[in-house]
């Protein structure tokens, strides 16, 4: 019974959307995240159990993977794809409010810049850890991160930027952030980063990968 | 008996035929060789290796290596003559700047014309003779401004944030003096009748003096592009009142003048057949197109292909292992100088994966299989696992670019004639390797390494009343990656292997 479960996680870590795709080749013609989610559902799993125990489970074990050098960006992306073929059928839980999220993430690249891949691969994994995530997109304004924050006054804010052109950027939101709501947490990553650079702008946190944003993320849930 | 014979230059696989005797030096100087000595053999820097063939070496040349503490396989090619089918490798030198002597059509004129190039990184000009189209005197320096940061996005930091714009100017502008000074002096104090510079757009605007402000962040996009004339006064030039000094303009963003040139030199603006151009650079711009629409772009590339952020990583100079090859199950490297190994450069690091990718010790997905994370190449040099992760993100931006274009214009792989790469890295590279990696995924007898095209447009130009250029910069649009959605799922295809 728990089988499931496991080969749900192993399609996930492993970048399977559903049946149809190509995607990792040996798998061909075999159930992707899609069908094996309706099924665990159909089985009975609790949607709550299908997220903890399959999807942030897949997520996590590809997110080490990729922190240790073993994945890269295309099988990630491939993974977040599964996921979110699987989240379809988690999605009307959240909403109704059988399943309860961890809480919000707000996402944006930062003003001046559209280098968005990074950030994508953060959010999906956030996401993947069974988080909300509001994605603001590139090019992301002060003005935008605080609509977003009037909307989700208890969100954590995520910023990256991959420009040491626009990175400088960074220092002003957060400065104007930590103005208008002092208790907002605000997560800044990127190549260009440092933890120095985090520390110089008053930033909270940073992270080099996003398998230490999700980290940092759940320490804070425990903490609370 | 055959009268003239072919010099093959390695590694950037060029032959030229000159005729029995010619001097070494007359060959090499136009690829931006240097003298140090002034020919005189006694500093080495000159020194080139013979792998085929044989040039002159008399006692006097071998007694100059034993002094010089060189073995028998180096040449010194301002001792050297022609004497026969010989191939050189040139590739040691730590200021080896691509210079060019393809030759190309134009009409005589009076006079002498200086065709410049001014790359981020390396300064190089030649003096033309407009009658015959000979080169007649070359220049090369590094870029002073490269004190102030190696790319052109920390160029403009400098000028931008950290009020630097003045000081870069001044910079530029007086090794571009030193240099034509020189020049001039060299071929006996002529007048040119013009001075074509071109570079790229942070180049073009710190040579201008025009502000980089709008370069700093998006879109990226500058109103000051356009061509600039300076009169010599303007620029500090002690020469005659009358030669014209023109900066070419910029085609959009981040892709200068020197790829305009680079379009001039590959004739594309009025091939029939589909061409393109790529520049294998830290930026790698990317051009493709015929006589009707030609699209540009830029894929910032990032610097692994020069060897940058590779954790032994090293520009292609003495001690980089430059080039990796498999015979049954001996793995070969070659050692520039060939000294003990001290590091990798881009066109080794390009060969390495591929013939680990042949032999299974990298899978598809870029992953070193086994527990170590690391290929030893020599005792002393080995990959690790991010490298291979820093050139998936190079080789995958530029294939990304290139299929963006093509298919922006609606043409198949197969429409394409040529694929021309300009770029002093291009002319190293192994081009059926570069297709096992995925950079360019052409037929390698599609590709023709070009050298320095923006310095042969430049040169081109000289020759031109401004309809080629007027017709390039009027067919030509610039592409911006950045706000095409595909870009993340084209771009992650094209980081497999
Ligand atoms: C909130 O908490 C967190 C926590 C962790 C976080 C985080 C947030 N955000 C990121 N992380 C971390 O987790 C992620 C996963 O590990 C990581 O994210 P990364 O984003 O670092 O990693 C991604 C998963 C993969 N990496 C990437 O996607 C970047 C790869 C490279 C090749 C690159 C790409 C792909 C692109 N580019 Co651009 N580009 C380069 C890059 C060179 C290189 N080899 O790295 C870089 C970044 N680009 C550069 C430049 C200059 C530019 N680019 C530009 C354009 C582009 C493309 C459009 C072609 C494309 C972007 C497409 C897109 N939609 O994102 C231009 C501007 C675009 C714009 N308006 O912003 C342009 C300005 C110029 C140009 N030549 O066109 C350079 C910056 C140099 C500098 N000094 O800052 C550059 C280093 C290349 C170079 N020339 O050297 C971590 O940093």
């Not at chain 2, 002073?144 to 001044?170: K, M, N």
């Not at chain 2, 051009?287 to 590779?310: H, K, M, Q, Y």
Request: hydrophobic share 40%; aromatic share 6%.
């Amino acid at each position: 019974m728990v089988d499931i479960l496991e080969k749900l996680t192993i399609v996930v870590k492993r970048g399977k959307a559903d049946k149809n795709s190509p995607y990792p080749p040996d798998l061909k013609g075999q159930d992707g995240a899609d069908e094996l989610t309706a099924e665990a559902l159909k089985m009975g799993f609790t949607p709550d159990e299908v997220l903890q125990k399959a999807l942030v489970k897949g997520m996590h074990l590809i997110g080490e993977d990729f922190s240790a050098g073993r994945a890269f960006v295309p099988e990630m992306l491939m993974a977040a794809k599964a996921m979110k073929a699987a989240m379809k059928h988690i999605e009307p839980f959240f909403k109704s409010g059988s399943v309860k999220q961890k809480g919000t993430v707000i996402m944006g690249t930062v003003q001046g810049d559209l280098h968005d891949i990074g950030k994508n691969l953060v959010a999906m994994m956030i996401e993947g850890a069974g988080w909300k995530v509001v994605d603001l997109g590139s090019d992301t304004s002060f003005e935008k991160f605080l609509a977003a924050l009037e909307e989700y006054p208890d969100a954590i804010v995520g910023m990256s930027a991959l420009l040491t052109t626009t990175m400088v950027n960074m220092k002003g939101i957060t400065e104007k952030i930590k103005e208008v709501s002092p208790k907002t947490i605000v997560m800044v990553g990127g190549a260009p980063l440092s933890q120095d650079f985090c520390t110089q702008i008053g930033a909270d946190f940073y992270s080099p990968d996003p398998q230490g944003a999700t980290e940092y993320l759940d320490a804070l849930v425990k903490s609370a | 008996m055959k009268d003239h014979f072919t010099v093959h230059l390695e590694p950037l696989g060029k032959k030229v035929e000159v005729p029995e005797g010619t001097p070494l030096k007359d060959v090499l100087f136009s690829y931006g060789v240097e003298f140090p000595c002034g020919g005189k053999g006694i500093c080495g820097g000159c020194r080139v290796k013979v792998l085929k063939g044989d040039v002159s070496f008399d006692e006097r040349h071998r007694s100059l290596l034993e002094k010089l503490n060189l073995d028998f396989s180096w040449r010194l090619a301002c001792q050297s003559y022609v004497t026969g089918d010989v191939t050189l490798e040139i590739g040691q030198f730590d200021t080896f700047i691509l210079a060019d002597s393809s030759p190309f059509l134009f009409k005589p004129q009076e006079g002498y014309g200086i065709a410049f190039d001014l790359g981020t990184t390396t300064m190089v000009t030649q003096l033309v003779n407009l009658k015959t189209g000979k080169v007649i005197g070359v220049e090369t320096a590094v870029n002073p401004q490269a004190q102030h940061g190696a790319d052109v996005i920390s160029r403009i930091e400098y000028a931008v944030l950290q009020d630097g714009q003045a000081t870069l100017t001044r910079l530029v502008r007086e090794k571009f003096a030193t240099m034509i000074h020189r020049l001039i002096r060299k071929a006996g104090g002529i007048a040119p009748e013009k001075i074509v510079v071109v570079g790229n757009t942070v180049m073009h605007h710190l040579f201008c003096g025009r502000d980089l402000t709008p370069m700093a962040s998006y879109p990226f996009e500058t109103p000051e592009g356009g061509a600039c004339h300076f009169t010599p006064e303007e620029l500090g030039l002690k020469t005659d009142d009358h030669t014209d000094i023109e900066f070419l303009p910029v085609l959009g963003s981040f892709v200068g003048s020197d790829i305009l040139a680079g379009i001039l030199a590959t004739g594309m603006a009025e091939s029939k057949d589909p061409l393109i151009l790529v520049d294998l650079g830290t930026n790698g711009e990317i051009v493709v197109g015929n006589r009707d629409r030609i699209l540009c772009a830029s894929t910032a590339a990032g610097p692994a292909f020069e060897g940058t952020n590779i954790h032994m990583g090293m520009r292609a100079t003495t001690g980089a292992i430059s080039s990796v090859t498999r015979s049954e199950e001996a793995i070969r490297v070659h050692i520039i100088g060939n000294e003990k190994a001290r590091g990798i450069c881009g066109s080794g690091l390009i060969d390495a994966i591929a013939v680990f990718l042949e032999t299974g010790k990298i899978d598809i997905g870029g992953r070193i299989k086994g527990e170590s994370g690391r290929i030893d190449l020599t005792p002393e040099v080995f990959l690790t696992q991010k490298d291979i992760r820093e050139l998936q993100l190079a080789k995958g931006a530029v294939a990304s670019g290139i299929q963006i274009l093509r298919e922006t214009l609606g043409f198949a792989p197969e429409d394409i004639r040529n694929v021309y790469v300009s770029g002093a890295f291009g002319s190293f590279i192994n081009l059926e390797n570069t297709r096992r990696i995925g950079l360019l995924k052409y037929p390698a007898d599609k590709i023709i390494k070009m050298g320095n095209t923006a310095l042969l447009g430049a040169k081109m130009s000289l020759f031109e009343n401004g309809d080629k250029i007027r017709d390039i910069l009027q067919k030509t649009i610039h592409l911006s990656l950045e706000t095409n959605p595909d870009f993340q799922d084209i771009f992650a295809e094209n980081m497999i292997f």
